[in-house]
């Protein structure tokens, strides 16, 4: 059976392995998207898309 | 969230002021609440959930008011309602109150005449008390309103958890758990911000790329609707599959037609079984298509290759006659092979003549291929081997489930045309024949459907291909481009994150119910949480292998118990590792201690999981409310539970009629009333008594 412990090391493990194929501008993304979500997280519908739209012009050149 | 306390004023059923103190975690953390049929067991429920989100899960919503108190009340009178629930979570102690306010008028109608209050007010370990500035998101990040189905439950609500239609509410529920709700809105945000890009893109496209955006922007539009429509039919399909489940369990109970539906579940299983099997085979296939997969065109350049060898030996160019090592040897020795020494003329002469000898150097590089070509050769013939052997074994399993398919409709066809004699089987037989029916069209149709949005999904993966070999040529683009593709690659990223941690804890939850199911019914039965999240519980058949039967009422909700148990685990585990976080990177659900709030969990059971599975549960939950009638606590389940009992209540239910129908129960040595009749009264009420603390 599965521990809690087992769990975590596998996430873990998983949240590496998916990271990795990411680009340095891409994780950028990715941060940027959760900690949008999670300001934003009160909100029925939150309005992210123009911040987002804008962050990622920004790193993508 | 461990429950504290909950106060009731004139809510439906209950009349007047009322209130339980639950039993705290412990070895006495079981609260009993004793009430007859009617006597509000259910409402005791619904006050949780319209304290908490302002929902009623029961047929006539709009009754809130107690018609007692609107009865009692004098004209003119202000009749509060009013429900308060205490909960500790994670240290802090929460008050939830729900309050509306009604005034009697002339008719004996009611009207509101304040506006509803709902607040929570926050206590915290030092005594500071302040009101929560978002109470509503609050208690949906404290308990998210999907998730009270879990922890606060009717006894029929359970089994229809364990039946196998329930895997997609069972995979929402987990989801919920491990908080997707933000995944999905930052997935979702990433999409629209993707769509706004290729809207950039088609305005810069010029050329063949203008075209091209074009046939992404129909391409992409069709998948959607596509897309919307296999949502649509997956969801009739959960239904139709809810409602043969119903059927088949309806005629599991007369025992003519109970063999044809063993046999039905047994070639069920082979079926879940082979294509267990089939995912195996494709794995297998794919493995070595991807090993070897590129000598499938193997033969075409070893051909090639020979040719051109052979070719260049025919016209005399190979062998090479001349070595370039042995002209270097000659120029750096200096002396020819005659003896005689070699001036700057012959040598210069010599250097001119190396460059002629190349075919030496192709000679060389033809060796060094043949010895490879050789190699691939064998390793050409292994794969042809291997494929031929993977796609045998794929196709035979294939076969194999063509064949059960066809015994199940076979045995479907028997049981359907078979003449039991008896009018209510034959009623059920003929509506489920037509479910059975339906559920075949509509498979059909999902299958064709999924096709669909996958055959636009490669052609969408092409045609993003093709734009970025276009936008190569076009620099605006090339960077609209970038960012489009940045996007999708953070939202595929995102998807498999999620997939992948829910079939993490998909495995954990599985792990969880097997234990649990151990010590909680001690039976021997393999109970699982298939990769498919659905409940299933395996017998032992007449060779002793585990073979699916059709489960009894009371062993689903048994593993219905035990699978909830596993969530409450979950939950606390989700807790402790939140509460772990330094930086607390806050999820929406922050996990924690969980009760376990049951409406007559035990009817159907018999005496056996009526020992056990109350007194396992109390062990596998911090805290548990059995809120349940005297005829179904008394015995088993009385003797069973006694040790653990903190507090206990009954739910006192008046009713109109003579003194017949006065009833009174024995409990804990104490006569308690237990149905009293009102001589003046025109309706039902219940008051809540305390009885044991």
Known sequence: ?61 | MILRKIEIENFRQFYGKGAIQFAQPGARNTTVILGQNGAGKTTLLNAFLWCFYDRLDVENKHEVLCHRAVQIAAIGEEIPLAVTVIFTDHETSYTVTRRNFYQKLDGGVVEEVRSPEFRIDISTENGETQKADEPKTLIRQILPEKLTGFFFFRGEEMETLAMQSSGPNLAAGVSEFLNFTLLNQAIKHLKDAGKDFEAELRKVAVGDMKRLEDEIKEADEAMEALEGVLETQQANLSSLSRDREALEKELAEADEVRPYLDKKNELRQRKTDLQQSEIENRRELAKVVSRNGFLAKGNEIIDAFSALATAAVKAGELPAKIKPRFVDDLINSGICVCGTSLDENAKQYLLSWRGKVGLAVLEEAINLVDKSVAGLTGRKADFDKDLVAARFAWAKTQEEIDRVTSEVSLVDSELQGKDFGLDNIQALQSKLRTVVDDLIHRNAEVRQTTDGVNNWLSKLDKLRDERTRLAKDQSEAQVIGRRFTATQNVVNTLKKLKDDWLAIVQGYLDGQLKENWKQVAQLDRLVEFTEEFQLSIKERGPTGAWTISAPSSANLRALALCFVSALIKLAAQIGKAEAGQENKRQQPFQGGDYPLVMDAPFATMDSHFKRTVPLGLRKVVPQMVVIINHDQWSGEVAETLQSSIGNAYVLELHTPGGEDTDTTILFNGRNLDYVVSEQDANTDWSIIKEVLQ
């Not at chain 1, 990271?19 to 990715?30: D, G």
């Not at chain 1, 940027?32 to 999670?38: R, S, V």
């Open chain 1, 1 to 61: 059976m599965n521990t809690w412990e087992d769990v975590q090391t596998k996430k873990a493990e998983m949240r590496r392995e998916a990271v990795s194929t990411l680009s340095k501008e891409e994780k950028e993304i990715l941060v940027k998207i959760l900690d949008l979500e999670w300001e934003n997280r009160h909100m029925k519908t939150p309005d992210i898309k123009k911040q987002l739209r804008t962050f990622i012009q920004q790193v993508v050149k």
